[in-house]
């Protein structure tokens, strides 16, 4: 490919596009150190006004007369975002289910960007909407091992697949009533606004986790066509339900069952914890959601089904993308995989990181992860002045301090995400406010761990009486 005309910036792809890359990307590596450093902890100091007032100083004007050219933009920008960002990376970064990527697959993600392919046509994307099938499908076989034909389609994440679910649901049985914990994760009510459906019926969740009385009750009391939504693995305290037990009572009353696992799915990977998503592969459909617990880039979402039949309804056509004489001669119809056109292909990095460390590897991060969320809970467990919620089913550990109000919880949080000390979450359970832990971060050694409750203990020494 010859090289661009003068004055115009040198494009991706092509043979030529990787020695215009490489320039590039030492800037931007030099850039995200540099940030990193600068900011110098899990989070920018001085909140929102502080930041928002950098950002501000480093850009503008936003569109300048005049290009500052390659170097230096990439330089200000990457620089002025990675000071002002919050990294996971960072052990004491552990408020939500926010991982810190796998080099390896950000690395097949710049590929990703660079070669563009967009997977609503074959001619847009031939190897990449090739492997999305064999990898999707393989995937979907982990969460289905003895269906003979499953299939799972790439999402944006739990929101979108737990969107698909309920439409394709909806598609078989008309205008279903879908049954959730009350700890289900917020999309779900979301979903069913969207496609037109009744207002989800919230059953009680007394311990985390989805009451099997109340949901035979409820499925006893509601006619119709019924889905229930359970969880494996719940954003406030990573809670699994009831799996086989909620399976069997939708057995019983003819209700279809969705499991929104985009948190816990990855146990699957796992010999060790792989026992605690017991009937998963009972479900009609399945959240998966790998920038969790997969450690991949944002988006790595799936939703799995046992039979690729159903996902007939999401057929469409448009000429100009799959065209019909275009299908009968080979060409592969990608546009029933999504309820979006253009797509990246990220498949990609999950396929090179399951390709690199295999299950073995996959396995070691998870149980390494779960084993550090027990150690956590263990450290708080010995600490006089700090509450434990409960053991961790995943890696989630709510804690609070034991003699502080609800306000001076809040209180501790925000302090300490205003200096850039530590990023903590917040949850309610038991009727109170409790400080959320969500540790992803397969590098935490029990220093770091210690280090984190070392800034709560400090916060309440100095800003919280106890």
């Given at each position: ?60 004007p936003v569109l ?12 200000t920008l990457v ?364 590098h935490a050694t ?21």
């Amino acid at each position: 490919m010859s090289t661009p005309p003068p004055g115009l910036p040198a494009l991706a792809g092509g043979t030529a596009g990787p020695d215009a890359l490489r320039p590039l990307l030492a800037v931007v590596l030099d850039a995200l150190r540099d940030g990193a450093a600068a900011r110098g902890g899990p989070l920018p100091s001085g909140g929102p006004d502080a930041v928002a007032a950098r950002v501000r100083e480093a850009v503008e004007p936003v569109l300048p007369d005049h290009g500052t050219g390659a170097d230096e933009a990439l330089r200000t920008l990457v620089r002025t975002l990675a000071h002002g960002a919050a990294d996971p990376a960072d052990p004491r970064c552990a408020a939500h289910l926010h991982t810190s990527p796998l080099a390896l697959a950000v690395a097949a993600d710049l590929a990703a960007s660079a070669l563009n392919p967009s997977l609503d046509s074959w001619d847009q994307a031939p190897a990449a909407s090739a492997l999305e099938a064999l990898v999707s499908r393989a995937l979907a076989k982990e969460v289905y091992p003895h269906a003979q034909d499953p299939d799972a389609l790439v999402t944006t994440g739990g929101t979108e697949s737990n969107l698909l679910g309920l439409l394709l649901a909806r598609e078989r049985h008309g205008a279903v009533q879908v049954i959730c914990g009350s700890a289900a994760h917020h999309s779900l009510h979301r979903a069913a606004w969207l496609l037109g459906l009744p207002e989800p019926v919230t059953v009680p969740s007394p311990a985390g986790i989805l009451d099997l009385a109340a949901l035979d009750d409820a499925l006893t009391d509601l006619p119709g066509p019924r889905l229930v939504a359970a969880s494996a693995g719940t954003t406030d305290t990573g809670q699994i339900d009831p799996l086989s037990e909620i399976a069997d009572l939708c057995d019983r009353h003819g209700a279809e069952l969705h499991i929104d696992a985009a948190y816990g799915g990855p146990l699957l990977f796992s010999e060790q914890h792989r026992p605690k998503l017991n009937g998963l592969d009972r479900a009609h459909s399945v959240t998966l959601d790998l920038h969790k617990l997969g450690w991949q880039p944002v988006a790595a979402g799936l939703l799995a089904v046992p039979d690729r039949t159903l996902l007939a309804p999401l057929a469409v056509r448009a000429d100009y993308l799959n065209a019909e004489d275009d299908t009968e001669a080979g060409l592969p119809d990608l546009l029933g995989r999504s309820l979006r056109t253009t797509r990246r292909p990220d498949i990609l990095k999950v396929a090179v990181t399951l390709r690199a460390l295999g299950r073995t590897g996959l396995a070691a991060l998870v149980d390494r992860t779960c084993a550090a969320a027990g150690q956590f809970a263990d450290l708080i467990d010995k600490q006089p002045h700090l509450e434990l919620y409960e053991r961790p089913t995943l890696t989630t550990v709510l804690f609070r301090p034991a003699a502080a109000t609800d306000e001076q919880t809040a209180a501790v949080r925000r302090t300490l995400l205003t200096t850039g000390r530590a990023v903590l979450g917040r949850a309610r359970a038991d009727g109170r406010l409790w400080l959320k832990a969500t540790l992803l971060n397969p590098h935490a050694t029990p220093g770091d761990l210690t280090a984190l409750i070392q800034e709560v203990l400090i916060e309440l020494v100095e800003g919280t009486p106890r």
